[in-house]
């Protein structure tokens, strides 16, 4: 067994493994048992590679940063995701699963969506495909995220608003995993992290690890070694930095940094920082961290960035973080909207909010002039102008 990833019966460490109901036993299982045999076999690979190649726009190119790196003086790189098809990672993953449920013999596609980068990067692989499609989106998110509602409704997809709950992520993923158990035989919930029931978390890391992949290429063309000192990306669910770190973990002298949100302080009621904050328990079908009271309850995170306010955290990073294999790191909305705002004036890319906690992350480690750095740029931050522009408008 490798000693960084999931073990035959689904967990990394005490991390992970199956917990769903009666009734999806069944689906679960035919996935267990046949996800790896088709991401391996020539054929799935052969169409996904041309799609990810001329539908998605890859490889992302790594873009040597040049005030980045006169800033934390060394050399920082960025992993260009924000500039795939559909604005970031979610579609080298939402593109792989649909391709699966096509070869599995499924007919029908649902998927959750908090921001709505999800459930847009599915609908838009559906549309490809001929795939019906439905997302389900809390309400809050719906009114909050109207002009990602649009594209997915232009796109063909049917968007289902949930109303329990606080009427965000976690409650759609719960209507989500409803609408399953109530469609097992002709549908496929493409799930949009690394979290889940295995083998969700180990089919969307694989999946992503295109990123580091081609990190690895890239870096030993640009600069003759293929391992960068260090590599830093955001974690909602943890599926940017899973497939950012994946063809690292085994070369322990990369080291690795992953952002969390904090929100307004891991040490308020206000945050995201589920590793910080979190302890063990099951959500969504898996064994991990979670932010929940005492007798259970989940708390509601929050995050500025609402791909990232998620109240668990996928079993890989709970268990990594746990062994010391990556530093977490909690960085705070107002780190994160100034990181936002040096890359847009001092390299005219505006970033996800998500992708900014990764930046902020930087001002944290103590770099040697020699040290190379890759932080995944995750998304771009289009999605993000109001929030920016409401932000900085208050701030000064
Ligand atoms: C969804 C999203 C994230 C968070 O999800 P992960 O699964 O943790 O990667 C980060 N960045 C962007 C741009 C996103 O859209």
Known sequence: MEKFKIDEQGYYGEFGGAYIPEILHQNVEDLQNSYLQILNDPSFQAEYQLLLKDYVGRPSPLYLSPKLSKKYGCKIFLKREDLNHTGAHKINNALGQVLLAQRMGKTRIIAETGAGQHGIATATVCALMG???????????????????????MLGAKVVSVYSGNQTLKDATNEAIRDWCSHPQDTHYVIGSTVGPHPYPDMVARLQSIISKEAREQLLEQEGTEKPDY????????????GMIY?????EEVQIYLAEAGGKGADTPYTAATIHCGTLGVIHGSKTLLMQTADGQVIEPYSISAGLDYPGIGPMH?????????????INDDEAMNAALFLTRQEGIIPAIESSHALAALKYISFKPTDRVIVCLSGRGDKDLNTYLNYFKNEN
């Open 131 to 153: 795939m019906p499609c439905t997302v389900y989106m809390g309400a809050t998110d719906v009114e909050r995220q109207s002009v990602n509602v649009e594209k997915m409704i």
């Open 231 to 242: 590599v830093v990306a955001c974690v909602g669910g943890g599926s940017n930095a899973a």
């Open 247 to 251: 063809n690292f973990l085994d070369d």
């Open 318 to 330: 709970a268990y990594l973080s746990q062994i010391g294999r990556t530093h977490v790191l909690s």
